[in-house]
């Protein structure tokens, strides 16, 4: 039928350049029986591009500050410093990262635009910062920033005291750099078992510092080539007693910046597979001698040879300690958000203009985004990204009210994980569905793969992550049994008998009507059926495998898959619920239509993707199923048609995408050749330019 039908359509010429095809494109598109993008530049959509301001709006609501997103632009237009130049080698990088680096701390900070201090008083001003910032290069900037000012900063503004906080200006304004010494050869994400030690000499007051082992030497240290200073968790001895891990402020370099001080040895640990702008290196500490006041204090002290802490119980106080530093988690998580985005808006844009194929062998091609199984690769991407948009709006208010901690570490840490991990596989599939082109250096995909890969690793091991949220789950679970409520985020869980029971009801399992399956009722009640269920199943299954080895460590550990599950559903619980709340805020008629579609494919091809769960627990029946997976098909065809208008949505920055691919003029083929053309530098034998 199609061929038919398209063997009618007749060419007034047998030869066609690039511009007609993308005409004769939208002819196509009109007759084609499944619905298609239409092939056009994004500018020349003036009916819809009100709806791009909107959506732009609505993804940051919260923490716009439009003069610090200005300010921003305006500093990272200059492309003498703020380009992206795979060519450059590492130390070339590490210099310009730097040089960028210097330049936002003195067009940001000593401006007074953003301070170290808005981790309390205003954080969505380093939230907005940050979503600038995330959007260029490979990120090493960002992650140089955060460094500096952010851990290393933060270090001192939360875990020191007055005394400390006289360093912060210097800090911020990039005159006094820092590291973060955390992480050891030998220890990554087990900090309470770290092996360097401070110390305490009563007859001098002072801590000696030192890393004893080959294993305890700090490892991956950020910043580590251009810092003149360290924050380094260390044990804390004090009379032959181990007070486990605090934070200590110790000098490494001279005020040069150059030479190291005595008993210090840096080295560098070599290229990565990205963030090569970064200096990461390891840092060696021999009988180094640090004043007592050094110690940052706010949550253990030492007094005339005496220590003491506001918080008796050392789990608690090391806990404390690391809840202070959450905000590398939700950095990360806004970050990678931006960085999914951009990695959409290049394959997006790419696909409305690359022709390949077409009903007939004569007639002219078609835009691979006309394609079904494309766009059921690419759509349930960009409603993810609009659904974690929601997500990090609500998270980032919470993190402003800090009204609950230990609600926004655990969803920090869900959210990290999850979007990390959803944006590396999805930015692999984005890179292939770029085909050849993806796979050169121009499109930008290895810089952004490599920015988001390591996101899984440092501020917090995913899998770990996922294990605390399951952790705070099943600890909840078990008050609920004492007479506490469940709260917050957790709230829907306390419907969890009610849920299950009505999720064995055969007009719930059967029904299989668009009108019930779009229902944003449907999509919240099967997030809370599988949340539930898999909480009950968790406990139950860590229970049958304590009783079988008498052994709590081992009967988490052999529990392991049913919790990372667990925490897995939880949290894209959560998103769904923060996404579809935020739709019903929505005033505007052509957003809250727009998002609702979103939203649906988003829930959807969640439930598509566990199907094993849910048949499993007789959830769905198959008709149901079968009408799911059509559903979403119909969504990412319908939602197909204005993809454009939704990537321009995003709100990313033109002059920071530094993709040929994915650049708004829509001339693909000339960005390519102006991006890589030249001779080759070998006897330039081949003296030619694109």
């Known amino acids: 039928m199609v061929l038919k039908i398209m063997s009618s359509f007749k060419m007034e010429s047998s030869e066609i350049n690039a511009n007609d095809a993308f005409k004769i494109g939208k002819g196509y598109n009109e007759m084609l029986p499944f619905p298609t993008a239409i092939n056009e530049n994004p500018k020349d ?37 703020f380009h992206g130049d795979v060519n450059l080698g590492k130390e070339e990088q590490r210099v310009q990262t730097l040089k960028q ?27 907005a910062m940050m979503d600038i910032v995330s959007q260029f290069d490979d990120d090493s900037l960002m992650t140089k920033l955060i460094v ?38 030998g220890h990554g994400s087990n900090v309470r078992s770290l092996e360097t030690t401070a110390t305490y000499d009563p007859k001098t007051n002072e801590f000696i510092i030192n890393t004893p082992l080959r294993t305890s030497t700090k490892w991956w240290i ?24 605090h934070c200590f402020l ?42 007592a006041t050094n110690l940052l204090d706010r949550f253990g002290s030492v007094e005339g040879g005496v220590y003491s802490s506001p918080i008796k119980s050392p789990s608690r106080r090391f806990a404390n300690i690391l809840a202070q530093m ?74 402003q009210e800090r009204t609950d901690e230990a609600e926004i570490h655990v969803l ?50 995913n899998t770990l992550l996922l294990q605390q949220v399951a952790k705070d789950l099943l600890t909840q679970f078990k008050k609920e049994y004492s007479g506490n409520k469940f709260t917050g985020t957790l709230k829907y869980l306390g419907k969890n008998t009610s849920l299950l029971i009505s999720g064995m009801n055969p007009l719930t399992t059967m029904r299989s009507d668009d009108a019930h399956l779009l229902s944003f009722q449907f999509l919240l009640d099967s997030m809370e059926f599988r949340s539930s269920k898999l909480l009950i199943q968790s406990a139950q299954t860590v229970s049958k495998n304590y009783k079988q080895t008498k052994d709590s460590f081992a009967a988490w550990n052999q529990s392991l898959e049913i919790l990372i599950h667990l925490a897995k559903a939880h949290t894209e619980t959560v998103i769904v619920t923060k996404f579809i709340e935020s739709i019903n805020k929505e005033k505007d008629i052509e957003v ?81 050749c102006k991006q890589v053309g030249g001779n080759f530098t070998r006897n330039n034998y081949l003296n030619s330019k694109l």
């Open 101 to 127: 680096l210097l330049a936002i701390a003195q067009g940001i900070f000593d401006k007074g635009l953003v301070q170290i201090t808005d981790l309390r008083e205003d954080p969505s001003k380093i939230l």
């Open 592 to 672: 809250r239509s727009t998002l609702k579609k979103l939203c649906q494919l988003y829930g959807l091809y969640i439930i598509r993707q566990d199907f094993e769960f849910f048949r499993n627990s007789n959830y769905l029946k198959k008709g149901k199923a079968k009408a799911i997976i059509k559903l979403v098909g119909q969504l990412c065809s319908e939602l197909s048609q204005n993809a454009l208008v939704l990537v321009k949505g995003f709100g990313n920055e033109e002059h920071l995408m530094e993709s040929p691919l994915g650049m708004e003029d829509g001339d693909l083929y000339e960005n390519i």
């Open 222 to 245: 950020g910043n580590a080539g251009h810092a003149t200073i360290s924050s380094v968790f260390a044990r804390l001895i004090i009379d032959g007693k181990d007070q486990e891990v």
């Open 148 to 185: 500096n000012n952010f851990l290393f900063g933060a270090a001192v503004f939360n875990l020191g005291t007055e005394r400390h906080h006289k360093l912060l200006p210097e800090i911020q304004s990039g005159r006094l750099l820092g590291c973060f010494a955390m992480t050891e050869l």
């Open 326 to 399: 959450i905000t590398g988690r939700i950095t990360i998580s806004f970050g990678t958000t931006r960085t999914l985005k951009s990695g959409l808006i290049i394959a997006t844009r790419y696909a409305s203009k690359r022709l390949q194929f077409g009903p007939t062998s004569t007639g002219p091609e078609i835009p691979i985004l006309s394609y079904p199984t494309h766009q059921l690769t690419i759509m349930p991407m960009i409603a993810s990204a609009y659904a974690f948009d929601a997500i990090k709006v609500y998270l980032g208010r919470r993190f």
């Open 250 to 291: 110790v000098p490494i370099r001279k005020s040069n910046g150059i030479d190291l001080l005595p008993g210090i040895r840096i080295g560098d640990v070599g290229a990565k597979f990205g963030l090569n702008g970064v200096d990461n290196g390891w840092i060696q500490f021999e009988n180094v001698r640090i004043p």
């Open 412 to 461: 920090a840490s869900g959210l990290k994980a999850m979007i990390s991990q959803y944006t590396t596989v999805s930015l692999m599939e984005l890179r292939r569905l770029c085909g050849g082109h993806g796979y050169g250096s121009y499109s930008r995909y290895g810089r952004l793969i490599a920015t988001v890969d390591v996101g899984r690793t440092f501020e917090g091991d």
């Open 45 to 81: 959509q003036t009916s819809k591009l009100s709806l791009t301001e909107k959506l732009k709006n609505w993804s940051i609501q919260g923490f716009e500050h439009h003069n610090i997103r200005d300010e921003l632009n305006r500093i990272m237009s200059d492309k003498s410093l």
